[in-house]
């Protein structure tokens, strides 16, 4: 125990201990001894503060059920509110660590008119593995109050909470403007700020003098990835990559391994010109940092236009090369409403982020993981042992190719036309072959509003897709609907029939944490 007040609380355990396993005494073996330990697993809350009140205590820690929900997910921290029935009230966070603690009962018995005589008695009532400290400090806290004229201060809680169903007087009332922001401080913890001075840049490389107010980061070096970033404006296009870009390439291709990896991306650009940065990964198995660094040396990067985002191979240019239309992006993005098929929480993408399960910053648990065992490494060594020629940085094939049946990993996808693999698509596409007359920025090659014609085909088959996957589960559920049926009129129904029921309807895809954003920020 520490200085502040704590409270352990039982896991699905019974609260009388065993009577049994605590008064056996312990087991002497020469200058040891051997104590039976019992099975209840405790949970430890070290309290910041003295309560006389262990119902008032817990309601500021969300009572049993939020502790419970927070120990359920080991990254939660647990919230503490010193006010839990204003909603205002910015909660204190305690941090989740693993322990190795008892939890004792010490009595201490003393007969009446005799004080010399004491009895003290101790049981073991469980073993603490997870203890939660609030060593973090408070975030500002901001009462719902007005000030007024004469110095006053006017409550605003029975104006801004809704408490009861209310009349439309109660909403046409004047209130002053509160709108207070979820935390006030991104940290919680005290830290060291080191100030350094201003960057000396080299002769020639200062920073701008137009506007330099208005500029932010000025100090800040360049990425040291040395691509070449050509717009769609551009008349030229390069021929070979930056002399940095082949030293940094050189610097970490040190194994054979590397050069190999080199070969087959040059392989790649000489059978297509132009990639997407996903689609080389799902074709190369190569560490993400290493293609950062192989990918300036072979190709250079469109910034705009057609082929915008894309890697083409250096000294080809796809604006004057009409085949290439083939390659061009296509920004497609699984489209919600019910006109479509499925409403905003029925999407059969789910997205990265959701504004319906947003957690703050705070939230999150800081302290690090617990080392882990020798017993653990074993185990997931023999777990997991991976074969020498299985990939470990490929992406499936799904990241970058569409057809018919299949339904996008993300909410938002840059496809190439030539990756859509559908011949009703590649018609289109195809439709102009031999007549193209110049390339537009907007189109490429392709006929005006290809794209739009594109991305109705494609959100008519992911509705179908969609349909098709909820019709053969609703057939399969009616069909063990009628079997339990029949095998309970014969006494033989299994309750084990509803589970089934669920596994087998359609579940939607889980989304990523990894959505396809912008390679800019990799190389600026």
């Known amino acids: 125990m520490t200085s502040d007040s704590s409270f352990a609380s039982g896991l699905s355990q019974s609260d009388e201990p065993n009577d049994a396993a605590f008064r056996n005494g312990p087991t002497l073996t020469g200058n040891s001894a051997t104590v039976n330990l019992p099975d209840n697993k405790l949970v430890c809350v070290e309290y910041p503060g003295i309560f006389s009140n262990v119902d008032k205590m817990l309601d500021t820690v969300g009572g049993e059920r939020g502790v419970s929900k927070t120990y359920s997910d080991s990254m939660k921290r647990l919230e503490l509110r010193f006010r839990p029935k204003d909603p205002y009230c910015h909660p204190v966070y305690g941090n989740r660590y693993p322990s190795t603690n008892l939890l004792l009962r010490i009595r201490r018995r003393i007969r009446k008119g005799e004080r010399e005589e004491v009895q003290i008695s101790m049981e073991i009532l469980g073993v603490i593995e997870t203890t939660y400290k609030f060593q973090a400090m408070a975030d500002i806290q901001y009462l719902a109050a007005h000030s007024k004229p004469d110095k006053t201060w006017t409550s605003l809680y029975n104006k801004v909470i809704l408490r009861q169903p209310e009349k439309k007087e109660f909403f046409d009332q004047d209130v002053p403007l509160f709108l207070p922001p979820p935390i006030f401080s991104r940290l919680d913890s005290s830290i060291d700020y080191y100030y350094r001075p201003d960057i000396q840049h080299k002769e020639g490389c200062g920073p701008p003098v137009a506007s330099s107010e208005n500029l932010i980061g000025l100090s800040r070096a360049r990425r040291p990835h040395n691509a070449i970033f050509v717009p769609f404006e551009e008349k030229d296009v390069p021929s070979e990559p930056l002399e940095a870009a082949k030293l940094n390439w050189k610097k970490v291709s040190m194994h054979a391994s590397d050069k190999r990896v080199e070969e087959e991306i040059r392989q790649l650009f000489e059978r297509r010109p132009i990639w997407s940065r996903n689609a080389v990964k799902a074709n190369i198995d190569v560490h993400p940092e290493k293609l950062k660094l192989l990918l300036p040396y072979v190709a250079y990067y469109m910034l705009t236009g057609p082929w915008r985002s894309l890697w083409v191979r250096f000294g080809y240019d796809p604006r004057i090369n009409p085949e290439a239309k083939i390659y061009q992006v296509l920004d497609f993005r699984v489209r919600c409403g019910m006109k479509h098929g499925y409403a905003a929480g029925d999407m059969p993408v789910k997205a990265k982020r959701s504004a319906y ?58 496809y190439q036309l030539c990756d859509l693999e559908v011949d009703q698509i590649q018609s289109i596409i195809h439709r102009n072959d031999g007549k193209e007359e110049a390339c537009d920025e907007r189109d490429g090659w392709c006929v005006a509003r290809t794209g739009d014609e594109l991305r109705d085909i494609m959100s008519l088959m992911i509705k179908k897709t969609i349909r098709e996957s909820r019709s053969a589960g609703l057939y399969q559920t009616s069909q063990k609907k009628d079997q339990a049926r029949s095998d309970t009129s014969k006494g033989e129904y299994d309750e084990d029939d509803d589970d089934d029921e669920e596994d087998e309807e359609y579940q939607p895809s889980d989304g990523s944490e990894n959505e396809m954003e912008t390679e800019m920020l990799d190389y600026m």
């Open 357 to 414: 399960h947003y957690s703050l910053y705070t939230s999150f648990n800081k302290s690090g993981p617990p080392p882990a065992s020798l017993k653990d490494i074993t185990e997931e060594n023999l777990g997991s042992s991976r074969k020498p020629d299985e990939p470990r940085y490929k992406l499936k094939e799904s990241i970058y190719r569409f057809h018919e049946g299949m339904l996008p990993p993300y909410r938002q996808m840059f």
